[in-house]
């Protein structure tokens, strides 16, 4: 696939275990088109594709690539009018299908025709469609991964709430230790001015009973 694949995110919801979605969808020549169903671990899938209109004889031909969640190659057909890839997901995720054309003709267009079929074998819920229930599933996953992202930011303001409580004690600490040093210091001024004014006036009354003044 030498072209920059732009993403077509399409989930297919079936119906029943074995419904059958059909797409048809244009892939420009030189570009490609993709198509994404979330998947559960067991889930049986199978598609047959082909190539519904074309724009020119010379493009009228598709290739097409299945890949996992981990990106590993499950089905790989290049240059064909029809084909199918059937397989079993070996885990839970998103599975991709890409179609491209195999040769640039500017200006071309090919339609291809999609039909993708999903089994769930094992019951994932009391009537719940498998595609449905896979949803659900990633759904409740995204939102126990939120939660734990909300305990996180909780935890965090919790524990900020308690470093500035504890800074606000200390600074109340602080204060009251400046004020009782400030009363003190006050007091002892006002002992020392006291002091010194009591020994003016004894030098006083001495140097006026020398003088005989008193």
Known sequence: MTASPSLLAVILLAATAADVDALVFDVPSGGSKCLTEELRRGALSHASYRVAEATSAASSAVSARVAGPRGEELHLTEGVEAGEFRFEAAEGGRYTACFWTPRYERGAIVSVDVQWTTEVRDHAGAGSPPAVAAAKEGHIDSMIGELK?????????????????????????LNEDTTMKIHSFT??????CVGVAGLQLWLLKTFFQKRHIL
């Open 187 to 192: 007091l002892l001024s006002l002992a020392v």
């Open 149 to 173: 992202k909300l305990e996180v930011s909780t935890r965090l303001i919790h524990e900020e709430m308690i470093s500035l409580r504890r800074s606000e004690g200390e600074m109340q600490k």
